[in-house]
């Protein structure tokens, strides 16, 4: 198998023999690195944090599904946030979905929730004061309605989060 190489989006392919032998191309891995606005104020459970966050060209052509391979979720203050991370195909736009207020589904949006990842406390690791969880393996089977997905994340707790602090690694193949 040949070493992954980087196309200028930062996508990466890796170039195999199929089982006939024949010359392939394997999926495209795309990262997405979220940094999290936030408002510095007490959370408390079923928060909005971040309010609507558009991960730009999670594929590169639209109807092509893709593949929540990994997602690393940071907090440099030292909370260990219970959070339910929702993704979208479209824009959640008829509920309420404003950073540290609470969330109230709109009519409609659930038709375009395409996944869930729930990332619980005990799951953090602390390393001084930073804490981080990883979770990899994941075969989440995604198709956005074009190339960008959506992505609102929900307290599941009540901890207070500085600006910045919250940082979410998410890796995409493109299938």
Known sequence: MAAPTLNAEGQSKEVYWNSSQSLAVG????????????????????????????????????GRRVSLRSATIEEKGGAAPALKIYFFKATPAAGTYTDNAALV?????AANQVGVLNVLA??????????????????????????TLF???????AYTLTNGNLTIQLEFDQE
């Open 27 to 62: 999926p495209t891995t795309n990262s997405q690195a979220v940094a999290v606005t936030t408002s510095g104020a007490a959370y408390i459970a079923a928060d909005v944090v971040g309010g609507i966050i558009s991960l730009l060209t999670v594929n590169s052509s639209t």
């Open 105 to 109: 589904w709109g009519t409609g949006d």
């Open 122 to 147: 005990a799951d953090y690791v602390t390393d001084v004061v930073q804490t981080s969880v990883t979770y990899s393996g994941l075969d989440m089977k995604i198709t956005p309605a074009a190339t």
């Open 151 to 157: 992505m609102l994340i929900v307290s599941q707790g």
